[in-house]
């Protein structure tokens, strides 16, 4: 009886997420851009980590700022930095403001919602206690859609720097 439980609570689960993930719809271009420059940060963070590498490995060797490679990596380095920022800073924005619009929408239909109760039970109910029901739904969901994002970006950063460890030294 309880795993007859679980299942349904799972199943509730699916389909609030299957909901929810529907409500992303109309800002499906948004989200594409925030995936791809999701993509972006991601592939910049072993670029990053691979010029960095090559710079101390130079010094190490005992060369000390000759040659073209002194003029032209740290530059490089900037580039990439500079990128990588522009990127995250569009990438939370977008992200922020999709999250921003979706809760928009759920917070109106919540109160919609309550403002449909009959009077016998908003009488029985302290205002208090719908307040902190409805911020507590919408701070799930707000936590959730950024989780979803970080869910889809994260696998990326990982399998990226995790190259550009095995590239370094596979040992």
């Not at 670029?47 to 073209?68: H, M, P, T, W, Y």
């Not at 719908?130 to 970006?153: C, M, R, Y």
Request: glycine residues 8%.
């Amino acid at each position: 009886m309880v795993n007859q439980g679980k299942s349904k609570n799972s199943k509730q689960s699916f389909a609030a997420l299957k909901r929810v993930i529907g409500e992303f719809h109309p800002y499906k271009t948004k989200l594409a851009v925030v995936l791809l420059l999701g993509l972006v940060i991601s592939a910049i963070q072993p670029i990053s980590v691979k010029l960095s590498q090559r710079i101390i490995d130079e010094l190490q060797n005992g060369n000390f700022i000759k040659g073209a490679f002194f003029h032209q990596v740290p530059g490089l380095l900037i580039v990439v930095f500079f990128i990588s920022g522009l990127a995250k800073y569009f990438h939370n924005s977008l992200r922020r403001y999709v999250g921003e619009k979706v809760i928009i929408k759920y917070r109106t239909l919540l109160f919609e919602k309550y403002l449909s109760f009959p009077l016998s039970v908003l009488d029985k109910t302290r205002a208090g206690d719908f307040l902190s029901a409805i911020q507590n739904d919408l701070g799930k969901i707000s936590t959730g859609i950024d989780t979803l994002i970080l869910v889809l970006k994260e696998p990326f950063t990982f399998v990226g720097l995790l190259g550009a460890a095995f590239y370094c030294d596979w040992r």
